[in-house]
C-alpha cells in the first residue's frame, strides 16, 4: 500500500542529519556528541517550521478580514502589546529579549506584507465584479 498515514512530510530521502564539513577531522566520540545534540535541533527547527506555518495560517484569516473590512494592515498598539510581553517571556525564559523583540518584528512585517497583498488582490477582485 502507498498510502501514507503520518502528518509529518517524509524528508527522510534529502535530508542527511549527519551531514557536516567537520566529517573524518573530529575525535569520533566528540563527532557523535554533536550529532547527539543535533538530533534536537533539527527537531527544534521542525517543530519552528511547524508553529510558524500555523501563525500564517492564522494571521492570513487575519489579513481577510482587514482587507473585507477595509482595515489597516498593521496594528501598531497590537504590536507593542506583544513586544512587551514578548520581552517579558523571553527574560523569563532566558532568551535575549532584544533578539526575541528582533524576531517578532521580522515576521511581523511578513505579515503586513501578506496583508497587503491581500488587501491589493481583493480591491482588483472587487474592481473587477
Ligand atoms: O493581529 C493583527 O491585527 C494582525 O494583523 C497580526 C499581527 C501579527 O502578526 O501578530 C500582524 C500585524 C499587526 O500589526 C499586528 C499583529
Given at each position: 500500500m502507498t498510502e501514507q498515514n503520518n502528518v509529518l512530510p517524509d524528508d527522510s530521502?534529502?535530508?542527511?542529519?549527519?551531514?557536516?564539513?567537520?566529517?573524518?577531522?573530529?575525535?569520533?566520540?566528540?563527532?557523535?556528541?554533536?550529532?547527539?545534540?543535533?538530533?534536537?535541533?533539527?527537531?527544534?527547527?521542525?517543530t519552528l517550521?511547524?508553529?510558524?506555518?500555523?501563525?500564517?495560517?492564522?494571521t492570513q484569516k487575519v489579513g481577510i478580514l482587514k482587507a473585507t473590512h477595509k482595515l489597516p494592515a498593521g496594528d501598531p498598539g497590537r504590536e507593542a502589546a506583544q513586544i512587551a510581553r514578548l520581552r517579558r517571556l523571553a527574560e523569563d525564559a532566558h532568551l535575549d529579549p532584544a533578539f526575541a523583540e528582533k524576531f517578532l518584528n521580522f515576521i511581523i512585517s511578513e505579515v503586513i506584507r501578506h496583508h497587503e497583498a491581500i488587501a491589493e488582490n481583493h480591491q482588483t477582485t472587487n474592481q473587477q465584479a
Open positions: 530521502e534529502s535530508f542527511d542529519p549527519a551531514a557536516s564539513s567537520l566529517s573524518g577531522q573530529v575525535d569520533r566520540a566528540i563527532m557523535d556528541e554533536l550529532l547527539s545534540i543535533r538530533s534536537s535541533i533539527d527537531n527544534i527547527d521542525a517550521v511547524f508553529l510558524l506555518a500555523e501563525r500564517f495560517k492564522a
